[in-house]
């Protein structure tokens, strides 16, 4: 007989880590952890540890009420030891993050932002830091200060406070890090074309008393793409800053891995067949690129001189790794790795033993042996495109027959669902259900024309995709489609309804957490700042006013009559509560079965433990009762 699972509590409780960088002698490492049931700074001491270490011994740094970010500034900018932090938070989720200094070795944890030095702080206005000078110095980072819409990116001196807007373009631009001398400074401007961007090098020596624009002297655009859209990756530099290493699928479908110069010159020099990304360590020791394969992450390094490869960088299994971090000697690289039987945790790698380390194991009660890995398969939409999926099944008793099958929509549109761990994905599958987590189109991580299969009038493709899924889990023996939910947050939470309302007679239940119900009063009530930049994928209010309408769920709410649980964060800046409550409104007036909890200190999604306890056990409660299992 199979034990039973632990209680939901359990899953939701498994605490994660991720490092945020080294200190400048590599002694300490700053470790982003859930531990008090939010994203908060610790520091972990390295010097004479014995790896890995548990929760009770890192030392906590911060414990804000809200989640906070932190990284080590390269050094002093008055001369002085290098152990000084820059941290970003905001309030409630509202994203309007601001910019504050500390010390990395309090005498207690810092419990607000008034434990810290104000750096750059206007609580009407969002800052996000891109890029600190070698020396410590200068501090780049973009704001919306201006008109409350247009991103500029300004540089600050941390020895005076004095500073200047340095690029501007009354778009959306941000700071993507200084040349290692200090002269260029990259930034990455948003276009109005679905999925593009382009990279401009700006050279400082070059500012005066006015910000530059793309025009401008002084400013060079990285792999100009007039005639498509394309995405650029901001540089990783050679320590004499004489070249670069970029990402960007410029001519191509996939992005690859290019070499530059500060005149804009480039070459591709290497592709993967996947997406991929670089970064070279401060020394210029090595040149790591990793990819996505089919939503794993490999990753090699590579003499930054000849592109030969080195060595491979080993990962714990199959799953995804990310926030690569190199000590200033390029000995070490941390990186943080997720699969679906590792919740998330710290790695390091010593490049010169080529040994794996494992730095970091957080609290989980639930047996790891439990965890169940998904298989990836692929099935056939309506016009032949070949969609994946990663599928979860459960192990199940044969007299319970088929299983319930929740289906996961990741949000977007333009990201991809990649097999990290999920706890109330794996909960799921516990108590029998199958969770199936499809990559409809428009998703990213399989192409440049992949990612814009449902751009703006083709919408309602991606929506077609998912009847297709239909349609394959009625051909698996193993699971009953005639018991399947539709489950998603953000985009995500849109495609649950539109599943809902387009496919009634397909879906038994939907679970839709901070998604739009109309792309029209989404579009006018979200934040000034975001509409161009959505309008750009989803078409703009003047000229497709009448696509949106006929894309929205709410347009076809008369068909929707599938049970429906709906959570949303009172702060959205994205997604306004608005959306959710106005279909909560119109499914009460119908009688169509519907539940709405709203988080009064949460935005974009449940970022606080407390929050997600109070919720998850209630969906699940919810998909238990109404998919019969």
């Not at 890090?177 to 002269?183: E, K, M």
Request: negative net charge; proline residues 8%.
């Amino acid at each position: 007989m199979t034990p039973p699972s632990p209680d939901i509590r359990a899953y939701l409780e498994i605490r994660t880590a991720a490092p945020s960088g080294w200190s400048p002698d590599a002694q300490n490492l700053l470790v982003s952890s859930d531990l008090p049931g939010s994203a908060q700074v610790h520091r972990l001491d390295l010097d004479g540890t014995t790896l890995p270490v548990t929760a009770d011994e890192l030392v906590p740094v911060t414990r804000f009420a809200e989640p906070i970010g932190a990284g080590y500034l390269p050094a002093a900018p008055d001369g002085g030891p290098g152990h000084r932090l820059l941290l970003a938070a905001d309030r409630g989720g509202n994203e309007r993050h601001q910019l504050f200094l500390a010390g990395h070795d309090p005498d207690a944890p810092y419990a607000g932002p008034e434990d810290l030095e104000p750096l750059v702080v206007d609580d009407e206005f969002i800052h996000r830091p891109g890029g600190v000078t070698r020396d410590g110095r200068l501090l780049a980072y973009a704001t919306n200060r201006g008109d409350g819409v247009a991103f500029d990116t300004w540089v600050r001196d941390l020895t005076d406070g004095s500073e200047r807007c340095v690029f501007a373009t009354g778009g959306w631009t941000g700071p993507g890090g200084f040349s290692p001398d200090g002269r260029y400074l990259a930034v990455s401007e948003m276009t109005t074309r679905p999925g593009d961007n382009v990279v401009h090098l700006v050279d400082l020596h070059q500012v005066g008393d006015q910000p530059l624009g793309a025009a401008d002297p002084g400013v060079v655009e990285l792999a100009p793409h007039p005639e498509r859209e394309s995405s650029v990756g901001t540089p990783s530099w050679l320590p004499d800053s004489s070249a670069f290493f970029f990402s960007t699928d410029v001519e191509r479908d996939h992005s690859a891995i290019a070499r530059g110069t500060p005149d804009g010159v480039f070459e591709v020099v290497i592709e993967k067949g996947w997406d991929a990304g670089c970064t070279v360590d401060w020394s210029g020791r090595h040149l790591l690129v990793a990819w996505n394969d089919d939503g794993r992450t490999r990753a090699e390094l590579r003499d930054p001189l000849t592109l030969a490869v080195t060595d491979e960088v080993p990962l714990p299994g199959e799953g995804v790794a990310g926030g690569f971090r190199f000590t200033r000697d390029g000995r070490h690289v941390a990186f943080a790795f997720t699969s679906a039987s590792v919740p998330g945790d710290v790695w390091r790698y010593d490049t010169q033993e080529r040994r794996l380390e494992r730095v970091t194991v957080s609290p989980c009660e639930v047996d790891p042996a439990s965890f169940v890995a998904p298989e990836l398969v692929r099935f056939a939409s309506f016009d032949g495109l070949e969609v994946p999926a990663f599928v979860y099944r459960p192990v199940r008793a044969v007299d319970r027959g088929p299983a319930p099958v929740v289906v996961v929509i990741h949000g977007g549109p333009e990201s991809q669902y990649r097999p990290t761990f999920t706890p109330l994905t794996q909960y799921l599958v516990a108590q029998g259900f199958a969770v199936v987590a499809p990559n409809v189109r428009g998703s990213t991580g399989y192409g440049r024309r992949y990612q814009h299969l449902d751009d703006v009038e083709r919408r309602l493709d991606s929506v077609r995709d998912l009847a297709a899924l239909h349609d394959w889990l009625q051909e698996q023996p193993d699971l009953d489609a005639s018991r399947a939910a539709l489950y998603g947050g953000s985009y995500g939470g849109y495609m649950t309804l539109m599943g809902l309302v387009m496919q009634p007679e397909r879906w038994a239940a939907g679970v839709d957490v901070v998604g739009m119900s109309n792309l029209v009063t989404f579009l006018e009530n979200t934040s000034a700042w975001r509409r161009a930049f959505r309008e750009r994928e989803y078409g703009s209010l003047e000229h497709d006013r009448d696509v949106l309408l006929e894309a929205s769920p709410i347009t076809h709410v008369d068909n929707l009559r599938a049970p429906l649980f709906i959570v949303h964060g009172a702060n959205d800046p994205r997604v306004p509560l608005s959306e959710a409550q106005q279909i909560h409104a119109v499914l009460e007036e119908r009688g169509v079965r519907n539940e709405l909890l709203v988080y009064d200190d949460e935005g974009h999604g449940l970022s606080k433990l407390a929050n997600r306890i109070d919720c998850y056990p209630r969906v699940a409660a919810f998909l238990r009762e109404v998919l019969g299992d």
